[in-house]
């Protein structure tokens, strides 16, 4: 690692980040034209994004639908091409491998996705699905395989007799468990969860969180938690990043992000946390006002600005910068400090 990334000043960390992700860009080309099709723009779905992740800790990656972050998780692992910038994994950089090499690190970063059964092969059996990553990557015999996957099932709470069974025999609940298994069958290092339990019954969501937190404990695994919902990532993460626009306008501690948001955006996003106790309504609640802009064509300056009641003429022209503040977060704000009693303040004017 160079010395400008030892000494980057989102660098808040004493000890060496297992993920160090640096002005990472993904662009989609926006294409016009009925036979030729012309480019005519891009949609900036993750624009100069940079953060670390420590080892054995969960970054959650949280914001509104299309605010980029299921496009970040898979950029981080290359499913997406990045359009610039670095992606480093203990030290090597993702983003400048030819394809061989990318196949060999992959071993080490997986995926578990938002739809268990729409990431598996609804034809192969169990043991397939878990064995596809041995497969490809270990030279192991048949009955090596076979009880690797058995080990595999009983780490994710499986029964391994079911092995031979196919995915539409199993609940949903069992299904993402299949999939956490494939994820975790060649001991990766870092996982990127992608809405892991959006699509399962709210009775088993705790349940699979439940399982993710055991598994990193024992496996010492560091997570990416991409969810849009606030209350999981608040169970579960270390640190949060809040994602507006394709960019992240704060990254703090779970604690100190819930007790104090620092951008109003995050402000805003956190007041909608449900308040557990029915007899008590959530009148800290910030609506905010309009949609997202687009993101082909964002705001200049701050890309909050058309919905921040805190917007002055600076944030129209000049695009604030993540940086560290007092208490420990940063943020992405030309304003030093606002709170959550301001912007209600604000919002109501
Ligand atoms: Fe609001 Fe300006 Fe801060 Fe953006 S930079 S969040 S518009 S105050």
Redesign the pocket.
């Known amino acids: 690692m160079n010395n400008e990334h030892s000494s980057h000043p989102l660098r808040t960390h004493p000890t060496k980040p297992i993920i160090s992700v640096r002005n990472l860009k993904k662009y989609f080309p926006v294409k016009k034209g009925l036979l030729i099709k012309r480019v005519t723009g891009s949609i900036k779905a993750v624009d100069d994004v940079s953060f670390d992740v420590q080892a054995g800790e969960t970054l959650g990656v949280v914001g509104e639908s299309g605010c980029g972050k299921s496009t970040l998780g898979r950029t981080l692992l290359r499913l997406y091409e990045p359009t610039g910038g670095e992606i480093l994994i203990d030290g090597i950089d993702l983003a400048s491998l030819k394809p061989q090499e990318l196949v060999k690190q992959r071993k080490s970063m997986q995926m578990i996705f938002q739809d268990p059964y729409a990431s598996i092969n609804p034809r192969l059996t169990v043991a397939s699905i878990i064995a596809e990553p041995l497969r490809i990557h270990r030279g192991l015999s048949g009955t090596e395989t076979r009880d690797r996957v058995a080990e595999l099932m009983r780490l994710v709470e499986l029964n391994p007799k079911f092995l031979n069974r196919y995915p539409h025999e199993f609940s949903g609940g069992q299904r993402q468990r299949i999939g956490i298994a494939r994820a975790l069958a060649l001991n990766p290092k870092v996982v990127i969860c992608d809405e892991p339990i959006s699509a399962l019954d709210v009775s088993i969501q705790a349940q699979v969180i439940n399982l993710l937190g055991e598994l990193q404990q024992r496996l010492g695994l560091t997570y990416v938690f991409i969810s849009h919902d606030l209350s999981m990532v608040r169970h579960i993460s270390t640190r949060i990043a809040v994602m507006y626009l394709g960019r992240i306008?704060e990254i703090a501690d779970r604690k100190s992000l819930f007790a104090a948001p620092r951008?109003?955006?995050s402000q805003a996003l956190l007041s909608a946390v449900c308040v557990p106790d029915p007899k008590r309504s959530n009148s800290n609640e910030i609506i905010l006002e309009g949609d997202p802009p687009n993101p082909a064509r964002p705001p200049s300056?701050?890309?909050?600005?058309t919905r921040?009641?805190?917007?002055?003429e600076?944030?129209?022209r000049e695009e604030?910068e993540l940086t560290p503040r007092a208490d420990g977060h940063l943020a992405?704000?030309?304003?030093e400090r606002?709170t959550l009693e301001d912007f209600k303040g604000r919002f109501s004017e």
């Open positions: 306008v951008h109003p955006y300056g701050c890309r909050f600005n921040c009641p805190f917007a002055f600076r944030c129209l604030p992405a704000c030309h304003l606002t």
